[in-house]
């Protein structure tokens, strides 16, 4: 989704918001551009496509001196990707410019009023409306317009504000907004940011704050002032972000995205070492009680995409060790149809950015219905984190692949913790099967890493299969839990049609799908079930489908049959979808770089799904 980026201070600011602009290029965006404040005007320039284009545009941002100003990478919603659309967009008489991350629910009515009042619009998108409401509302010092302009603004935003001078005579100034889209802001010295993500701040300044929903921040090169709604002064926190700059940086591979599979070993090592103190699970930020967990009657696990995945083998895992039913809803499903969620009920939302504007919808929906709820999130001081009851962290590190990897991997590995944890206090384990569980879970981050060390024959596979139009997924258990993360892996990437499917499922209408060359994936680890797997395989082999089984490395004779195999280490069955994932994101990722595809920014895809 859109990113933004905003500068003041002693340096030219186009150059550092373009190189801002970069980083935030992993966010998703179709076109980008700066607003730079120099001698009495704003000058703009932006332009679809590539942040290079922008680049070229303005010789690296040399074109574009001023110690000021604010950009913007764009991923359309209202109006087509073009230079026209694209950010930063200037007010009718060039006083204000805006860029801004959401959507405005009620621009048609102000677009309406504007224009009525003589305005002219020269883009398609909601953003204009706001600049030159802002124009609309001037009273001769900027802040305060700002204030009464964004008042009347209903929607999500994440706004960027210059104004050329004003009557107060204060120079350097710059505005941001907050409403249900992420914003933060950088403390540097005698220069401050703000931005969408801290990957844009990073090489300036690690110390941040975070701006919550309904804020507004006033930066200028000397000071940042927050206020709230009603116009107080707030005396925000200070954090300080631990991340290296060199954690948001390719680093020698040649993807972000195979850098961040080959990191997660040490990913899943970060996340479950500091919970587990003299062999016991323990959380940092909150505990349980048995009393408690006795009135907990099911657990809901919601999120989307692969987050949601990751909940399907933590439902795996929690039923089976603690008994509790666990159901996974899609958080955009959950929030409309009204969910059967009150006190008796555990709410467990799961998201790598913690800003996926459908899950924080779903977290709010079942804390209003009296659900007690824990959010495992990446993003530290992210919105869900602020708003769910209990936060545990993924130590996963900026994932900048707009595939998730090490994302999955550590929820996944967090849901092992939490199964082990809610199993004892439910009553559910005995001593030794719990000491058991913690040390297996401890072998994990070396299973992940024999997951990537015996299956160098991935890059080979790829070539056989690249040229595949339909992939099937198919499995039982945890290893159909693993599918559907597998199929939308190759499916996000690569651009080839994958789909999971239960493998028992297939002859209840989808093996009519398969021909003479159709490539079926089975996943074939989970021990009680590969024999009724087994059966499903040869019945799509009769049908001249190519096999490629998943399968532990001391057994491949579980689907004889296949024409190729995966391997994955044995483990404690229960935790297998840690470590069986892994091989499944290098086939995607190899499948994509075989068809020349933009592994790190597949089309139409953003990282951080921050509209509905
Ligand atoms: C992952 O590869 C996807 N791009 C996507 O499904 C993602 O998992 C989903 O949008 C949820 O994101 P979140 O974890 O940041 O909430």
């Known amino acids: 989704m859109c990113g933004i980026v905003g500068y003041t201070g002693n340096r030219e600011a186009a150059p550092i918001l373009i190189s801002g602009l970069k980083k935030l290029e992993y966010r998703g965006y179709d076109s980008a551009g700066v607003a730079v404040f120099h001698e009495g005007e704003i000058k703009i320039a932006k332009s679809h496509g590539k942040i290079a284009n922008l680049d070229a545009l303005t010789s690296g941002g040399a074109s574009l001196p001023g110690f000021v100003g604010v950009g913007h990478t764009r991923w359309a919603t209202h109006g087509a990707p073009n230079d026209v659309n694209a950010h930063p967009h200037l007010s009718d008489d060039g006083r204000f410019a805006v860029v801004h991350n959401g959507i405005i629910e009620n621009y048609s009515a102000l677009r309406d009023e504007l224009i009525a009042s003589g ?34 603004l209903k929607g999500s935003y994440a706004l960027g504000v210059i104004c050329r001078n004003d009557e107060t005579g204060i120079t350097g100034r710059i505005f941001a907004m907050r409403e249900a889209a992420p914003l933060i802001l950088g403390l540097g010295v005698g220069e401050n940011y703000f931005a969408s993500d801290v990957t844009a701040l990073v090489e300036h300044t690690k110390n941040i704050i975070y701006l919550d929903d309904g804020e507004f921040a006033e930066l200028t ?40 599979i080959m990191e997660e070993p040490a990913a899943v090592k970060a996340t479950i070492d500091p919970r587990i103190k003299d062999g016991r699970v323990v959380f940092e930020d909150f505990s349980f009680t048995s009393e408690r967990m006795a009135k907990i009657g099911r657990i809901i696990i919601t999120a989307c995409g692969s987050a949601s995945y990751a909940g399907e083998a933590g439902r795996e895992m929690i039923e089976a060790l603690c008994r509790i039913p666990v159901t996974v809803e899609l958080a955009s499903e959950l929030r409309y149809r009204s969910p059967i969620i009150d006190e008796s009920t555990l709410v467990i939302v799961v998201s790598q950015s913690g800003e996926t504007a459908d899950t924080i919808a779903a977290l709010k929906e079942s804390k209003a219905r009296g659900a007690e709820t824990i959010a495992i999130v990446n993003i530290v001081g992210s919105s869900i984190a602020k708003l769910a009851d209990h936060v545990i962290y993924t130590w996963a590190g900026p994932e900048i692949a707009v595939a998730t990897t090490k994302g999955y991997a550590t929820q996944t590995a967090v849901f092992a913790l939490l199964s082990i944890y809610f199993a004892e206090l439910c009553g559910k384990i005995d001593g030794e099967r719990y000491k058991k569980l913690v040390s297996e879970l401890e072998k994990m981050p070396s299973k992940i890493q024999r997951a990537i060390d015996i299956n160098h024959h991935i890059p080979y596979l790829s070539k056989l299969y690249a040229d595949k139009k339909d992939v099937f997924f198919i499995g039982r258990g945890f290893d159909f839990a693993v599918c559907r993360e597998g199929a939308l892996k190759l499916k996000e990437i690569s651009y080839i049609h994958a789909e999971a499917y239960a493998a028992g499922e297939l002859k209840h209408g989808t093996i009519a799908l398969i021909e003479n060359g159709s490539l079926v994936v ?91």
Not at 121 to 148: H, P, Q, R
């Open 522 to 612: 089975a996943l074939a680890c989970c021990r009680e079930l590969y024999d009724k797997t087994a059966s499903n395989v040869e019945e799509v082999k009769a049908r001249g489908a190519k096999v490629l089984a998943v399968v532990h490395e001391d057994n491949k004779r579980a689907v004889s049959t296949s024409d190729d195999f995966i391997l994955v280490p044995e483990t404690e069955p229960l935790f297998t979808p840690i470590a069986e994932i892994i091989p499944l994101q290098l086939f995607a990722y190899y499948v994509a770089k075989e068809n020349g595809c933009d592994i790190d920014k597949p089309k139409n895809l953003a990282k951080s799904v921050t509209v509905e």
């Open 119 to 152: 305005y002219e619009f020269k883009s398609d998108t909601d953003t204009e409306v706001i600049s030159n409401l802002l124009e609309y509302c001037y009273d001769g010092d900027a802040k305060s317009t700002v204030m009464k302009a964004t008042a009347r």
């Open 221 to 260: 090169p000397q000071k940042i002032t927050v206020y709230g709604v009603t116009g107080e002064k707030i005396d925000k926190p200070v954090s300080h972000i631990m991340w290296d700059v060199k954690a948001a940086e390719r680093g020698g591979y040649e993807h972000f995205m195979i850098k961040e």
